[in-house]
């Protein structure tokens, strides 16, 4: 071993006990961590990325015992810190060292929180927010002033949101604080590492970022399950194949079964609890359970007590549980990293190859999912796409540095520019963010409650008063869920939330079901609803916000699978059948064109258009081209969206398409329905959140998610007509166009469809447009239809798709 991979006899005598060698890329992070270099490692599942993360860690603080905090982990999710602990914690104890780990969340009483900031761990385990809040305090400069080390895992899970601006700039916060801080990054599926490195260093210079790859790994052992040989017209769930996924269950140690959503994660729970005749131990995970029930069940599979757990992307990330030997994907995964992190959940050994199954819900996703599993085989990933960072984010960081003690304005600028988010951050938005922290902005300057900051010399800020450090801890972070109510027996246990819109649709006698049971609600208090448990069959409860997209390399590559029938061979026969009577009837576009099918069927003129943008960007198209429609004439009666496609129907026919999609759309119809649809105000809302203009907490009370929606409302409504450019606006903008209906996509495929649109016009439907004929049908029949009668009507519409004349 060559010197400079020494490892203290301490440590080396406890490989050995195990009967175990460090790994290359380990010893690599320890070389990089003598050497003071920032480092990025990309390793896979279950090859020790934790303790590579930490090993330099235990050999600085045997080599040169010290008192204070060395290390900060940040991680993504509050669980995956207590699992990081607790695996950690065995092996410091096992070689008898003197290191204190401790966790920091939301959910860490207050005089442990207390106790950590005057006498800090040697290692902190917390996450983005946490560490923002440790940054508010006075001695936020005495507690890191010693800090060696920051360990980010799961990097990639913060690439896309708001969280990772907090995070970059609290790094940057951190480096000020600490200038001779290393840097660590750890991720098992990143595809472009060189982003990453920049992401994650200083000034935003990728090459002072170390790589270290890590081993492969064995290849994982995925396949697409379908039951009986056929795959369904339509769904999204793969709620079809529960009787088979149950006899899985039954065949392995411990499966993980993930769906996309909590409402999914529901339904598929009480469809294999009826089919679980053998009455094995299966149990539910997402996010909207009580922190009681979550750490529980977390227990239970930490155990071996579970056959089964029904989860969503609340356990997507790293939570080491050995005894999984079986994950299984109920319908499509959206994306090559998402499947391949989930799927590494089980065995999470390197040598052992991880086993997945993926369940389409439909032959559209069907295309997706053996488009998923090419793309691992070819070691391809989804390509992370890092935005700007946003103007509420940084709003809320200044404010809580202020929190701190006074600032220099220069100073903090160029300290903030050294986070990649903010490298481009210009004079001129610097002021605007000081303006609107300061007064609120030009329409609510002469409001007292706005002022936050006030510049006590030229260019030093300081906050107005000590409550607006309090209320800013209270407030401060960058998850804004829609409005809760809390599920609670009558005892005062804690199921979970709800969000108050399904919560309104409630009245007491009804029964839903939640926590994978069935509940009777028995009375409403506060922001409390009681239930108790029951036997009838209740409501499912439904969540609002996004779906997830499928990526755009996952779309290409079905696309490809369209236009190129060499593949078709793998493919199951009713799957191939579909494609090939597709050929003979219409067209199957190639990957650069827009295919759009128009045909008429039950007294309705329809409009399809394949444009595989995703779910989001459909969604806004719809809005857009009926809007464009109504305008023309055409009377259109509603649309429907998936990833894959939209379809229109209306009740004039529609002979030319090309018009409805001019580029003008995204300057006109975008911004006037933006502005009038909820989908602004509801950007808006989140922003003053973030922002700090709207305070959620008071202390010792909470507002309602009623009473911050109407404060909120009432502010967008003076600022949209005095002060259309305030910074929150822009923001709000900023959050509509790029996350709630993906305008990069949307715009995309508009510039594009002059150009490459390919109309057909069909007598009837055709078998492509199937899958979202029948979600229409689904969507116009009368509640309670029961699912026989719309299976009958699907069926119906294929054989009338698939008949050759």
């Not at 911004?671 to 509801?682: A, M």
Request: aromatic residues 6%; charged residues 25%.
């Amino acid at each position: 071993m060559p010197q400079s991979f020494h490892l203290p006899a301490v440590i080396s005598d406890w490989f050995t006990t195990r009967g175990w060698a460090p790994r290359q890329h380990q010893l690599d992070m320890l070389d990089a961590a003598r050497a003071g270099d920032h480092t990025l490692l990309v390793a896979a599942t279950g090859a020790g990325k934790t303790l590579a993360g930490f090993l330099p860690t235990l050999v600085d603080l045997i080599e040169h015992p010290r008192d204070g905090l060395h290390t900060l982990y940040v991680s993504p999710l509050k669980a995956l810190a207590v699992d990081v602990q607790r695996n950690l914690i065995t092996p410091i104890e096992e070689m008898g060292l003197p290191i204190r780990v401790e966790t920091r969340s939301g959910d860490t009483p207050s005089d442990r929180k207390a106790r950590q900031r005057a006498r800090p761990p040697h290692m902190l385990l917390t996450t983005p927010e946490s560490l923002s809040l440790l940054l508010s305090y006075p001695d936020s400069d005495q507690m890191f002033a010693g800090l060696k080390t920051v360990v980010i895992d799961e990097i990639h899970a913060f690439a896309r949101e708001k969280r990772s601006d907090l995070l970059s700039l609290a790094l940057a916060r951190l480096q000020h604080l600490a200038p001779g801080m290393r840097r660590v990054g750890l991720s098992a599926t990143i595809a472009d590492p060189e982003a990453y490195q920049g992401w994650l260093a200083p000034d935003a210079d990728f090459e002072t970022v170390r790589l270290v790859i890590g081993d492969p790994g064995a290849d994982p052992d995925l396949s697409i399950l379908i039951p009986e040989g056929r795959v369904p017209w339509s769904g999204h769930s793969g709620r079809y194949a529960a009787k088979q996924v149950m006899e899985l269950v039954e065949a392995h140690k411990t499966t993980l079964i993930f769906c996309n959503t909590r409402s999914l994660a529901e339904l598929i729970f009480q469809d294999l609890w009826k089919a679980n005749d053998q009455q094995l131990p299966i149990g539910i995970h997402h996010g909207s359970l009580a922190l009681e029930a979550r750490r529980k069940v977390e227990a239970a599979m930490g155990d071996g007590r579970l056959r089964a757990l029904v989860a969503t992307a609340s356990l997507d990330l790293g939570i080491d549980w050995g005894n999984v030997d079986l994950v299984v994907q109920m319908g499509a995964p959206k994306g090559s990293s998402r499947l391949l992190q989930r799927i590494g959940r089980a065995n999470h050994r390197l040598d052992e190859p991880s086993r997945g199954m993926v369940v389409p819900g439909n032959r559209f996703e069907y295309l997706e999912a053996r488009a998923a599993l090419d793309a691992i085989d070819d070691r391809e990933l989804d390509p992370d796409i890092f935005r700007p960072g946003a103007l509420d984010v940084l709003a809320q960081h200044i404010l809580g540095i202020a929190c701190a003690g006074p600032f220099e304005e220069a100073e903090l600028l160029a300290e903030i520019r050294s986070a990649a988010p903010y490298a481009g951050l210009t004079e001129e938005v610097w002021r605007r963010v000081l303006e609107f922290i300061s007064t609120g902005g030009y329409s609510l300057r002469a409001y007292d409650k706005f002022r936050r900051l006030v510049e006590e010399a030229p260019g030093r800020w300081r906050i107005t008063k000590p409550q607006v450090a309090a209320q800013h801890r209270l407030n401060a972070g960058v998850i804004v869920d829609n409005p809760m109510m809390d599920i609670r027996f009558a005892n005062g246990r804690a199921l979970g939330k709800v969000e108050e819109g399904f919560a309104s649709t409630l009245v007491i006698g009804d029964f839903i079901s939640f926590a994978g049971l069935s509940l009777e609600v028995m009375r409403f208090k506060d922001s409390d609803i009681t239930v108790r448990a029951s036997s009838k069959p209740g409501r499912l409860v439904t969540y609002g916000g996004q779906r997830m997209s499928m990526s755009t390399h996952l779309a290409e590559r079905v696309r490809g699978f369209l236009a190129d029938d060499r593949d078709w061979h793998r493919f199951p026969d009713d799957v191939r059948e579909w494609l090939e009577v597709q050929k003979r009837r219409s067209i199957l576009p190639q990957p650069g064109e827009l295919l759009v099918e128009t045909f008429p069927h039950d007294k309705r003129h329809f409009m399809v258009v394949y444009s595989f943008e995703g779910w989001n960007a459909h969604q806004s198209l719809g809005m857009l081209l009926t809007k464009r429609m109504e305008t023309a004439g055409l009377k259109p009666l509603g649309f429907v969206a998936n990833d894959y496609g939209i379809a229109v129907y209306s009740l004039e026919p529609i002979t030319d398409p090309k018009p409805l999609f001019s580029p003008d759309i995204l300057e006109h119809e975008f911004v006037e329905w933006v502005e009038q649809s909820h989908l602004l105000k509801r950007a808006f809302r989140e922003v003053a959140v973030i922002g700090g203009l709207v305070e959620r907490h008071h202390p010792g009370k909470k507002k309602s998610g009623k009473q911050v929606t109407f404060s909120t409302d009432l502010i967008y409504d003076v600022l949209r007509k005095y002060e259309p450019g305030h910074l929150l606006l822009t923001a709000a903008w900023d959050d509509a166009r790029a996350r709630m209906t993906e305008l990069g996509r949307l715009a995309r495929l508009v510039d594009r469809a002059a150009a490459t649109m390919v109309h057909v016009t069909a007598s009837r439907v055709t078998p492509l447009a199937v899958p979202l004929m029948v979600v229409i049908g689904r969507e116009a029949a009368p509640a309670g239809t029961a699912d026989e009668a719309l299976l009958i009507e699907a069926e119906a519409l294929a054989a009338e798709a698939m008949r050759i004349d």
